[in-house]
């Protein structure tokens, strides 16, 4: 179904999951940013802030977009929605490849992340009616290139945190099967309950394995 014969209940459930997820958002970045100052790196603090950032705007976007009222305020909100996915994307990616690969590697992967990113978001702002497809394949293929670099990532974190990244993607990619699937009653508050049980894994694997890592 489309936003404009969704139920209440189901507007109401879209609203409600990602309010929840900003509230957790909200409070994991505090402790994030707090941690990332207690090591004392410039650079920790800082990949803690973008990541910590993406997080809080994917979610705020994300109960924005559901909570409007107006067409063209929803519209908007949902463009913004769809590009906070890619920043969430590429601010995941920030910590987990300075820290957990760091060296030319990681640097090359981070500028294709969000140049990719970058790119992904002009589509939705200027041609936002006509991507939805290629987003959806763009989001699972920028959520996947972290494949590349599986091995020395492996080799560099604790097992428990690489297999927290891994867990996280696969979440996100089973919920992207309820991303369009209209016909189905409450499919977007499912994939929403994907969303952040996919963000969950991914921040309790930079909380405890990537930023501490040395």
Known sequence: MTELTESTGEKVANAITHGVG???SLFGFSLLIVYALAIFDFARVMSALVYGLSLIALFSAST???????KRAKRAFQILDHCAIYLLIAGTYTPVLLFGIK???????LTVIWSLALFGCFLKVFFWHRCDRIS???????GWLGILIAYPLAKSLQPDGFLLLLLGGVIYTFGTWFFNRDHIPYNHAAWHLFVLGGSACHFFAIYYYVIPAI
């Open 22 to 24: 900003l509230l957790l």
């Open 103 to 109: 060296g030319s590697l990681g640097s090359a992967l």
């Open 136 to 142: 959806l394949m763009l989001y699972i293929c920028m």
């Open 64 to 70: 924005l977009y559901h909570s409007a009222r107006s």
